[in-house]
């Protein structure tokens, strides 16, 4: 049950933050939104570096988290490369070139971002498996870290849904599907772990170069475009502190 805890918190974080849109009637403003994306991109460095590079290179070398770190840049560049998908904030769709919609690309954006994120779930409840729940309250803190992220994240999901044309109650919908990628690679991680134990370091360390990729690919530029680019920055801040101080007394 507490393994389980560890997936449904940060989809819970994905459908509190959707659901803003069944009741909010002008969505985020621009700077609004440079802080939640900036907010975000701060949780996400924070956690690769307490919950996941630091236990990997405790656990295995430097050499070995190096090589974990490059290998999941190296895998979400490859996913970027060829899933077609369109950024919230941009107007020209990457990836390979597709008939599909815009709402369809956003939605793809999105999923590609959050597929690190559960990876780093799945590894951190790996890790409570691995010792017996004594690095519980770190796989906690790393859940609740990025569901804290999520939330805002929902939100910058689902109103750009609902700019493009969908009603209130399927942009909402849209949003909570784009975040069971979560829960969902969450699993899948903790079980390959789980059968191959020794690569644990290695998946850490993994992890954390996803979620590194999404941050400097996107979060930040996303964040720091246009005007006010120093909002982004503050809240970039408030995020790491907020991730820091979770994995300080979780931790």
Known sequence: MQIAMLFI????????????????RNGLGKKTEKAV???ASGVMIAASVWSLLLPAIESSSYITAAAGFLLGIAFLLLLDYVTPHLH???SAPEGKPSGLSRPALLMLSVTIHNIPEGMAVGAGAAVTAATGGVSYASALALSLGIALQNFPEGMVVSF???????????????????GAVEPA???????????VGSVLPLFLSFAAGAMFYVVVEELIPEASEGEHSNI???GAALGFCCMMVLDGVFG
């Open 9 to 24: 918190i940060p989809f819970l974080g994905t459908v509190l933050g959707s659901s803003c849109v069944l009741f909010m």
């Open 37 to 39: 994306l900036g907010f």
């Open 88 to 90: 919230a904030l941009s």
């Open 160 to 178: 750009p849904l609902y700019r493009e044309g969908k009603s209130r109650m399927r942009a909402f919908l849209e949003g909570v599907i784009s």
């Open 185 to 195: 690679g969450a699993v899948l991680a903790f079980f390959f772990v789980g059968l």
């Open 232 to 234: 982004g920055t503050i």
